[in-house]
Every structure is written in C-alpha cells, then in structure tokens.
C-alpha cells in the first residue's frame, strides 16, 4: 500500500485551517484532495443555480490552491458510495480522510462509503468535526439530553473553550506543502472517473447575475476582514435595516466551509480585544450569539433528523393550512401587495440572497397571512438561495412559522409595523420595488395605498387582509391545542 492519503472535501472548500486536511497531512506528505459532484444532491430539485455556480468557482480556487501547494484536487461526477471507494482503491491509497456532516443524507452516505471502503481494507477518518465549534455530543443538559431552547444552549456553548484555528498548509507559489500524484497515478485516477472540473451550465445550472460574494478562500477572508473593520462595531444596531449593508455576508462561504467557523470565531475574539467601547462590546457579542444560532441548528438537525421532513412541534404536525397556489405564486414572484414582503422576495429572485430581518419577514407572513405549509416555502428558499443550508433554512422556517424549538410558540408579524420599523424611510422597498419608488414615505412604509393608485402604478393590491387572516391563524391554532388537551399560547 502507497502512503497516498485522499482527502474528501465536502462543506470543507478550502486547504486553510481544515481539521481533516491537517490530520492527513500529519499522517503524510502525499494528500490529493477530491471533490464528488454527488447526483444525489444535484438532481433534486431544491438545488439553486446561484448556489451552484458559487460552489463550482469555489471548487476552482480550492484547485489552484492544491496545485500551489504541490498536489491536486481531483474531480468526479457519479455516485460517492462507489466513486470514492473505487478512486482510492485504484490508487492504492493509505487512507481516505473526510470532515463529519450533520444532515441526515450526508451521515448515511458516509456510512455506506465506511462500507465500502472496509470491504477493500482502506482505512478511513471521518470523525473530525470542522463545521461546527462544538461537537453535538459536547453540549447537553444535565440530564444528557440535546437542548431544544436556544437560550440554555448558548449559556452552555459560551461557556465552553473555543477551538483554534488549526495550521494547515501556508501555500505559495516558492513553497510546497504537498506531493501530488506522478503522471501514472493521474492516468489511473483518470480511468477510475476522475474528470475535468465542469462549468455550472454543464450540469445544467444557469445564473447570469453576479454573486454577492466572491467565490474562494480569499474573497471569504477578505469578506470577514472588511465586516469586522466596517460594521462588527454597530452590528447590534444595524443588522435589522435591510437597506443598510450591515451584515457578513458570510453565509454563502460558511455554508461551504470556504472559510472555518473557528477563523470566524477568532475575528471576534481579536475584535473584543482591540474594542474600546461597551457599545462595541456589544455588538461583537451580539454577532457572536448568531453563530451560536447557526450551530443551534446544526446540533438539533444531528440530533433530531426529523426535522428535516416538517415540523418539531406537535400543534404543527397536521396544521389545516390552506395552501392557495396562486397566494403560493405571488409571494414567490413578489407580488403580494405587501411592499416590504415584496421587494425581499424580489431580492432573493435576483441575486440569490436576502436580508436575515426580511427572511422571518417573509417566512411570518407565508404561514401566518397566507397560511401556507412552511415547507413550501423552505423549499422555495433552497431552489433560490446561494447560501442555503439544510439546518440553517429549516431552523429559520420553523422558528417564524413556530413550528419549531422555540419557548415562545407563537410570532405574528405585522408587515406595516416590521417595514415601519426596519425600513422607515423606504429605501430598501424602494430598491427592489421599482413601481412604488414615487410613491411618499408614509404610503410606502405603512401599504395603505389605494386600489385606484396601485392601478395606476401597476402594483398588485393586498392579496388578503392582515388581521382577517391573523384572526383565522389564531382560530386555526387554538383548535389544534384543544385537540391535544394543550393550552393555546399566543405572542
């Protein structure tokens, strides 16, 4: 057997501070990298095009950064149960090392791959943990159990040592890190699948827009350097105005670990200790507290994979939703009559990416105004989303439709009062709701605008009234508690 090492990226992108990479490198100099273009996830039909396209330059920046260290990043396009087997078998590899996942589709495939390998002897590392701070068997209560309630969660997380980045491959042009395959072993990787890495138009995949990050490990760095010298010290204040570039925007890069959650995490430790004000302090907690958020979900999609097939609350199970498909279509299109709702589905629709503050905006009123199945919705965001995520999306979902883990069941929306309060002067509605750009603030804020003038602009009148359909929710709701012998509880 060689003392070849292959290194399976996932949720990884990138050879900078990779736990798995770093353990393979430690085992030996010769890692090849590889990457499987997985059908099972490309064929279905949640997969966005921008997101896809992301993914792939994302893949073409990890590729220079392999051949600058000295070795490659290999391609194939098949099924990873056989593929991965198969590629190391035929190059004789040592061991295949890869990064744990927490979705229910990744850990059945990493189980069957574990198979696949031990029927052909190749030892296999699975069990490095790089997309998440705390491994999910790290945080539970005191009886064991995984938190369902954010809130003792984070006491919990917080209070727990963060890991440090881990030293990987300091790659430049002058300096080799790596030894790669020979000319021989590449024309066997080639005759065990490996391909050229393919344009995202060639797996059927077309965004003709720009993307609201750049793809690869340096734009991601980048990006976290610029939020914490721009907006890190106002986050707090700013992080709910759509209109004001006050979030990372790091979601996309996150989603496919073109940056670590531990770099992340040690930006706002390097920010705390260069504040000078409580304010600041503040705010760099505050942001802290929305990656604890985001594993929050990640444990509790690892440790209830239920979640991904509907809701964690029982009131919500067998919820009478009403499910008008051409209600469905207008909020899809941005065509609710509703002008905050609006122009954040139109954001989405044409550059792939919303504000947070409009994601609950719009996800509150698809299920409490239109009283449609959050899953149709949660489906919609992934087909649009360049930084859609399984346990971040159905995390979000179920918390605005409150059908998930959550102390306070029940959020219901005004649209008038959140576009009041997070967009008072209309700019963001303005932007991406290009009919209602004349109108005056109070009308454009507030969506009392007259039949005759929504006419006269050409923009839809409301589709259904707010407190009508707030009124039939609640009804809706307090019959699915009596049937359980529960106590209705509205916020």
Request: with cysteine; aromatic share 10%.
């Amino acid at each position: 057997m060689s003392d070849l090492i292959l290194f399976w990226h996932r949720r990884d992108l990138r050879v900078s501070d990779n736990t798995g990479l770093a353990a393979g490198r430690e085992r030996s100099a010769k890692v090849v990298g590889v990457f499987c273009l997985d059908p099972n996830i490309l064929e279905r039909d949640d997969v966005a095009s921008v997101r896809v396209t992301y993914m792939i330059g994302c893949l073409q920046s990890l590729q220079q950064r392999y051949t600058q260290a000295g070795s490659q990043l290999l391609i194939l396009h098949a099924n990873p149960i056989q593929a991965i087997p198969k590629l190391a078998a035929a190059l004789n590899a040592q061991a295949v090392f890869w990064n744990w996942d927490v979705e229910p589709y990744s850990q059945e495939r990493d189980r069957a791959v574990i198979e696949a390998l031990t029927e052909k002897g190749i030892q296999f590392i699975e069990k490095n943990w790089d997309q998440i701070l705390h491994a999910p068997e790290e945080i539970r209560t005191g009886s064991n159990n995984p938190y369902t309630v954010y809130t003792p969660f984070w006491k919990n997380w917080i209070s727990k040592p963060k890991p440090t980045p881990v030293e990987t491959l300091h790659v430049t042009s002058l300096q080799k890190n790596l030894e790669g395959l020979t000319a021989a072993e590449q024309e066997i990787a080639g005759q065990a699948g490996a391909i050229e890495l393919p344009q995202a138009k060639d797996l059927g995949f077309h965004w003709q827009g720009e993307l609201v990050i750049a793809p690869g490990e340096t734009a991601a760095q980048e990006k976290l350097e610029e939020f914490c010298y721009r907006a890190i010290a106002e986050y707090k204040e700013q992080r709910n105005f759509p209109a004001v570039n006050g979030t990372s925007q790091l979601s996309a890069a996150l989603k496919f670990g073109v940056i670590s959650i531990r770099t992340v995490w040690q930006a706002t430790i390097d920010a705390l200790q260069n504040s000078r004000s409580e304010e600041t302090d503040t705010s760099i907690r505050t942001w802290q507290q929305e990656i604890a958020w985001r594993e929050f979900y990640q444990h509790a999609m690892y440790n209830f994979p239920e979640l991904a097939e509907g809701a964690f609350r029982d009131a919500f199970k067998n919820f009478p939703w009403e499910n008008n498909s051409e209600h469905f279509q207008a909020w899809c299109e941005g065509k609710t009559g509703y002008p905050i709702v609006d122009a954040a589905m139109r954001q989405m629709n044409e550059i792939g990416w919303m504000h947070n503050r409009c994601r609950m905006i719009v996800a509150n009123f698809l299920t409490k105004d239109l009283l449609i199945n959050p899953q149709l919705g949660e489906k919609y965001f992934m087909q649009k989303l360049i930084d859609g995520d399984l346990s971040a999306n159905n995390g979000g979902w179920q918390w605005s439709a409150s059908s998930g883990m959550d102390p306070k069941p029940v959020r219901i929306f005004n649209p008038a009062s959140q576009a009041q309060k997070f967009d008072p002067e209309g700019e963001y509605i303005r932007t991406w709701v290009s009919e209602l750009r004349s109108l005056d603030t109070e009308y454009l804020v507030t969506g009392k605008i007259s039949p005759l003038e929504c006419h006269a602009l050409g923009y839809p009148e409301p589709i259904v009234e707010h407190k009508q359909q707030q009124r039939q929710f609640k009804e809706r709701y307090q019959q699915q508690k009596a049937v359980r012998g529960e106590v209705p509880e509205l916020g």
